[in-house]
């Protein structure tokens, strides 16, 4: 694409009656509802409905087959993808965690912040409280895809990063899946925190407490395809396994032009 994008701290994002094929469906079928800038925005809705798809039509990874999601009134296949990537944070089901140290990891996008920042983010997500128990505290080693650590502390770990972030749009993908009642608490208070800092959190929720805490939900549903759909559309959503090895190449590129890993 070659359109400007817009300022996303001002700008809502819009699913506007969106339709993507998937295995002989709609999913998400027809969704529509509006993503308003400084706000918890939910997509909530059962497994398979479409959510996850929703988002990444969102972020420019799929396109829609019927509508559109827009920003500025403009469809976000015709921003360029770099340009609109500047200005999300996404946080996915399995965190992107590399080698080093706790600091390292989650200093990403912010390596020159101070120590009371880091801490103030830290406190905020709980993430305090696995650095107390580290062995070396910030500077202990954690190895690929976050060894080392629970899955709870890696959901942590990358939350904290992101509240070091500075992008105005916080993607989350199912941020409490898998956690428990009290680490569930700690993501809902980094949630609160990224609002607070007047950025904007659009949340894939299974559970209440996360929709609860939103002002704006948007309803995923599904619907089979007709016998006339069925021959005209072929589902565009990739197996797991070919959509890993396609989107690993391009997240690899990203880590290389923007991480300088020491």
């Known amino acids: 694409g070659t359109a400007e994008v817009p300022d996303l701290s001002r700008t809502p994002v819009v699913f506007d009656d969106l339709w993507v094929a998937a295995r002989g469906a709609w999913a998400p079928a027809g969704i529509s509802g509006e993503v308003p800038p400084g706000s918890l925005t939910v997509l909530a809705g059962p497994s398979g409905v479409g959510k996850t798809t929703a988002l990444m039509v969102a972020l420019g990874r799929l396109s829609a087959d019927r509508g559109r999601v827009t920003c500025g009134g403009i469809d976000v296949a015709e921003f360029p993808r770099e340009e609109w990537w500047r200005q999300i944070a996404w946080l996915p089901q399995s ?30 997500t709980g993430f305090d409280e696995v650095v107390a128990q580290a062995a070396d505290g910030w500077d202990t080693p954690i190895g690929q895809g976050g060894v080392g650590l629970s899955v709870g502390q890696r959901q942590r770990l990358a939350l904290t990063r992101v509240l070091l972030s500075a992008e105005p749009l916080v993607v989350l993908d199912e941020p409490t899946a898998h956690l428990d009642a009290t680490l569930e608490q700690h993501v809902l208070h980094a949630i609160d925190a990224l609002i607070g800092q007047g950025r904007t959190v659009l949340a894939i929720a299974h559970r209440p407490a996360l929709s609860a805490r939103a002002s704006h939900v948007i309803t995923v549903e599904s619907r089979p395809f007709t016998p006339e759909e069925a021959e005209e559309f072929t589902p565009q959503v990739p197996q797991a396994a070919e959509a890993e090895e396609a989107y690993m190449p391009a997240l690899l590129d990203t880590l290389e032009a923007e991480v300088t890993y020491q």
């Open 95 to 124: 965190p992107v965690i590399l080698p080093g140290t706790l600091r390292e990891n989650v200093t990403w996008s912010a390596p020159s912040v101070t120590d009371e920042a880091l801490e103030q983010a830290a406190r905020a």
